[in-house]
């Protein structure tokens, strides 16, 4: 159910106007040009990349139940329509917040780093030193033995601050209870294992998918409180530190963002690197979507951003071809910015 | 100082398992040894007990990573801090390091295709070893079930003249491949220790259904009025999942466990089964290794194991205790037939050779075929071994030879379903052993009372009282108290 709503809402975020694969390749965090414009434009931050390992399979049988249940109408060049029945869950529909944008599936290495953390002081604290570390990655376990070693685990001064810092910032955490029951269940420890993916699922009546993106979720929200409030949090933060991409551009964009940042123009950087213009512009569309100190006015007019935002109202698209139509004085690359800004430089 | 003391003081045993000390007095004076040791009977004291008592690093060459973590994990709870794993799982960086830093451990595990990488080869040179161990040696041959192509190379590697003594392990070997593991690693009249395969307090039984619907129905009624723990091993994922399912759904405390599941899954199931809160798991063959626990009950079969080198191995891992445990073969008409099908299904046929042709004609890797989705990894590691070997045509014979093989082993294991003879005597033939005596209630044709073996399940299971997640936090980090 969970998994659905969120699938409407992304139909319903792409407005129609693109074909029934796109929220397929946005969930696995496809890094295509594409894709990534795509989350600009229809405001898709959350969800992107927050199941990296979605099958197609697996998205095609849940698209059948959504056809099945006359939520979704596809359409024969493989485009789509959502029904009256989707606009009625979608307004009943539960939010639940994501923010797959910026943690990139780096919410498992924080977790990763929790769990084998807690394992120890656990099992530290039962005068059992000899266990089986429940994380294989070297990184992780690096991670953890620094981590351990840092804040004098030794003491056992260690697991009741740990344990504040989780009662307390879990309880300010704004999901529901069943999310935050799940990801405790995922951990181990002394004489407690954690559950698998099929025995939570058993015990909630929930399916894997649903059980899934509430995991996501409420690690995101939950790291999003860390971050946020790292002075009451200090254990917990530097488990979160860093995991939480201030900069999200992809290795080549971030190479054209630095020469764009130190004064260079499209034109230049495309020489520079031996690249397409049309690949820079690319580049830049996706500086002006995450970067928020980015000058949109710079390329465009503030009287003709009011207008692309006035035609996206009038007509109810985002298409760049309809746009183009209506303010046919801006280029291509012109409504790509404007669109990938949003509405934040529309006043 | 005496072999016992020692074993004492690194590992806490104070008596031998049969076979140990042989094994162990052999590798010391520098023998050459093959030793086929059942799973379970402690195979990797016979190199490690050795290397707290030579000087140099023993290097063991073990053909699975997961086994290989295992073992590591293993060492390092007995507190042993000298010991590495040199495979793919590395990072370059790390693997740099380690390489240089090679000759300070103790126990050096090593994949056969990293052994055959050229500057681990010269680092290897440059070191004296003690002892080379060479696991799962019945990898190295195309008549066992496993075979490895790169194990074939080993032999090239380590050489003929002034190298330490080689120790091959198996659990499970024919004699005819006894007789290839010491050909290929050139073994120099190696001392041999052949364990019977037997394990009298494994009782077998055999079940024959019609249909298939009715073999789980079967294992619905029997599971729900007979004591664990145990394991069901079936052929596929989606298999596992949902006979799991309707086990939970019976009361039932079960779990799926196959090769594809999320690794912490992995991890809990483990913890689970071990600690007792799992009482059944369902599983693919990738079941088993590294599971170290003493007091499995049962072991069901609700599909034919493609060989009885996997039969073996796979009800070898009932009754570790010693004490009378129950192996259940079940078969409904026609499973013969899928066993084959999966036994060759990840195999390579006469278009891959077309295929590699091709590629090299065109100069482009061969091992592109991977990549372009044309054959899995392990398939194609049997066809370019064999390419590299021998002309096209006589590939393709060998191909043909060998799925015929693989279907003619799951023939045999047919045996055990058709016989009305003794099933035990069955499959110790097919080691290549005789059976001295049988024990009572031996085997389904010999007779016996399942009733005897196992017994009746008692209390349905409890499950764990869900906690919120306050206070099993609170219970992981302060405990019960």
Known sequence: MIFHHILLQIFHNFNQERSISAPFHLLR?????QTVQDVGIYQLHQYFGILPKLTRTKYNEELSTLIENQSLIVKDDGFYELTRNADEQLKKMQKLS???????????IYFARLSLIIQTLS??????????????????????????????????????????????????TNVEESGKNILILRLSGYGSSGLTWQQIGFQENMNDIDLQVIYIATLHNWMNIILANSEYFPLLHQMADGLRIKNPLTGSAFHSAELFNNGHSIEEISKIRNLKLSTIEDHIVELAMNEPHFKLEQFVSTVDIKKVFTAVDDYNTRKLKVLHEVVPHLTYFQLRLVLARGEQDAT | MQL???????????NFRPGQKEVIENVLQGQDVIALLPTGMGKSLCYQLPGYIFDKPVLIISPLL?????QVDQMKQFKEKRVIALNSFLNPAQKRTTIHYLHNYRFIFISPEMLLQEHVQQKLNSMELSLIVVDEAHCISQWGFDFRPDYLRIGQVIGKVNRPPILALSATATTKVLRDIESYLNMDGPYKFIHSVDRPNIHLGKMLFQGREDKIDWIMDHVSKSAGPGIIYTQSRSKTESLSGRLLQAGISCAAYHGGMDPLDRQFIQQQFIDG?????VATNAFGMGVHKQNVRQVIHESLPSNMANYMQEIGRAGRDGKDSLAILLYAEGDEEFAKFVGIDDYPVDAHVDSYLSYRSRNEQPSSMIQNGEISETAFRVLDYWMNQLQPAEVRQQLTSMKYEKMRAVEEVMELIDTNKCMREKLVHYFGQTLDNTPNDCCQCCGMDYGKIIHRRENDATYPHLLNWKDRIEILLLGNS
Do not use: C
């Open chain 1, 98 to 108: 994501l923010d797959g944008w910026h943690y990139r599936g780096n919410e498992h």
């Open chain 1, 123 to 172: 099992h530290q604290r039962a005068g059992q030193m000899t266990f089986v570390p429940i994380q294989k990655d070297e990184q992780v376990q690096q991670w953890a033995k620094g981590f351990l070693k840092a804040n004098q685990y030794k003491g056992g001064q260690l697991q009741p601050r740990l344990l504040n810092e989780i009662h307390s910032s879990l309880e300010q």
């Open chain 2, 4 to 14: 016992e003391s020692i074993l004492n003081k690194y590992f806490g045993y104070s």
């Open chain 2, 277 to 281: 809160s799992l009482e059944w798991i």
């Open chain 1, 29 to 33: 965090g496809k890094r295509s040009g």
């Open chain 2, 66 to 70: 997961s086994l290989m973590q295992d």
